[in-house]
């Protein structure tokens, strides 16, 4: 944004675009950072224990052999 008022409403106000991240980022670690960005604070994780554990499961889902038979190629 071309000025820091202009960035920190956007922060507040405007959805993260998802469509930035790189398309290879699996769907369970998308729900986990959808989850660290929410508006509603109550909606976010209360701490960082707490998302280390949800990625660690959103990378067992990804590598796991029937998620990967999932995954496209």
């Given at each position: 944004r071309p000025s820091t008022a202009e960035t920190l409403a956007s922060v507040l106000g405007?959805?993260?675009d998802e469509r930035v991240l790189p398309p290879g980022v699996p769907a369970a670690v998308r729900r986990v950072i959808r989850r660290c960005l929410a508006k509603d604070r109550?909606?976010?994780?209360?701490?960082?224990?707490?998302?280390?554990?949800?990625?660690d499961d959103a990378m067992?889902?990804?590598?796991?052999?029937?998620?990967?038979?999932?995954?496209?190629?």
């Open positions: 405007d959805e993260p109550r909606q976010r994780w209360r701490d960082m224990d707490d998302v280390r554990l949800a990625l067992d889902e990804t590598t796991s052999p029937s998620a990967a038979a999932t995954l496209p190629v």
